[in-house]
């Protein structure tokens, strides 16, 4: 009964003609007139699913980049006014792929209630009595890696899917997105660390290949040199070698298509996880960007330097000699503010030389 009034609303929200004209006459705010309150409660999670599909829809024109993106724009200006916990259950609902993620990860009250995380000998710790051992000094924000190795298990696809919803409603809501920054956190974090280790294991594999490669090479050298000493052999055994040569060619050429092939799809698997870091750290910098005054980012800033800065940092002069990459950009915005100038040299003193060695 608390929905029929709004029938038609909803019906709008999911027609393509009419959506946009709906989200500016329908307001979801918490002072607007077109939501009796007493019905918010029941109305609000029907809306915001509907809503939800219509920011992930890819179908017909909408599907276009522009296009999705005027529209993700629109719902999420229609969300400005909502509550915090209502802005958690609208974005929550494209959270289920994450729900291992967020579940491994140190809950939110207890990192506020903690001493800022401190990289040590072990890896990160929180000081407590309980760290006494190699595997417990690395509790913290993604408690003992289980948060990186469950993003394993969610697709490229789907992280990045959620790396551009939560940009776009960064720049559209600004800090009124931080009712989700812990577990936005925890996602990148865990994404970007994810991504290193499979970008790593990707040039591992390549670099293992070229290896083997070589070495083929040097003993198909070795071959034609003995080959070109034998003289005048039988016209029997000399018709036995071509067929033979032919046999190797052709193993020859078969495992060569299949090394293509490897190659190939090495070399995907290692720029899909160049993709996913690489966007992953641009939205980590956009949310110190925004400076929410109600956010304390202290608590993850150690697990950002072991997953995030610390296995990019040896490369990060050559890798802004053109364009300036994601690490730098987010380096640059701890610069942004007085209160995260520790950020720059309370964890690894090489962050800051480097980022002035750019900038000299």
Not at 87 to 93: D, H, K, N, T
Not at 174 to 181: Q, S
Not at 240 to 262: A, I, K, P
Request: glycine content about 6%; aromatic content about 8%; charged content about 30%.
């Amino acid at each position: 009964p608390d929905l029929v009034p709004y029938a038609d609303n909803l019906r709008n929200l999911v027609d393509d003609k009419r959506f946009r004209d709906e989200l500016k006459t329908f307001n979801l705010a918490v002072d607007g007139e077109s939501i009796n309150a007493v019905h918010r409660d029941r109305l609000l999670p029907v809306a915001f699913r509907l809503l939800h599909g219509q920011v992930v829809a890819r179908n017909g024109k909408a599907s276009r980049k522009d296009g999705m993106k005027t529209r993700r724009m629109a719902i999420f200006n229609a969300m400005a006014g909502i509550t915090p916990a209502e802005l958690r259950s609208f974005v929550f609902i494209g959270l289920d792929s994450f729900d291992q993620v967020i579940a491994a990860a140190t809950p939110r009250d207890r990192l506020s209630q903690a001493e800022p995380l401190s990289l040590s000998a072990g890896g990160m710790d929180v000081d407590s009595d309980d760290n006494d051992d190699d595997d417990s000094s690395s509790v913290g924000l993604l408690a003992q890696d289980g948060a990186v190795a469950a993003m394993g298990r969610v697709s490229p696809k789907v992280q990045l899917s959620y790396f551009h919803f939560f940009l776009d409603m960064t720049r559209q809501l600004g800090f009124k997105a931080t009712p989700v920054f812990h577990e936005t956190l925890v996602i990148l974090v865990s994404a970007i660390g994810c991504a290193q280790r499979e970008f790593d294991a990707a040039n591992d594999d390549l670099r293992e290949i070229a290896s083997s490669r070589r070495a083929e090479d040097s003993m198909t050298i070795d071959e034609d040199a003995e080959e070109a000493g034998v003289e005048d052999a039988e016209e029997e055994e000399e018709n036995g070698d071509e067929d033979n040569d032919r046999d190797v060619d052709g193993d020859d050429d078969e495992d060569e298509d299949s090394g293509r092939l490897t190659l190939g799809s090495i070399k995907r698997r290692r720029d899909s996880a160049r993709g996913v870091r690489q966007m992953a750290v641009k939205c980590l910098a956009k949310m110190f960007e925004l400076q929410p005054p109600q956010f304390d980012f202290t608590p993850y800033v150690a697990c950002i330097y072991e997953q995030v800065v610390d296995p990019r940092i040896d490369s990060l002069t050559y890798e802004n000699t053109q364009n300036s990459s994601a690490l730098l950009l987010l380096l640059r915005s701890w610069s942004l503010s007085p209160r995260y100038f520790p950020y720059l040299v309370d964890y690894n003193p090489l962050a800051f030389k480097m980022l002035l060695g750019i900038l000299a």
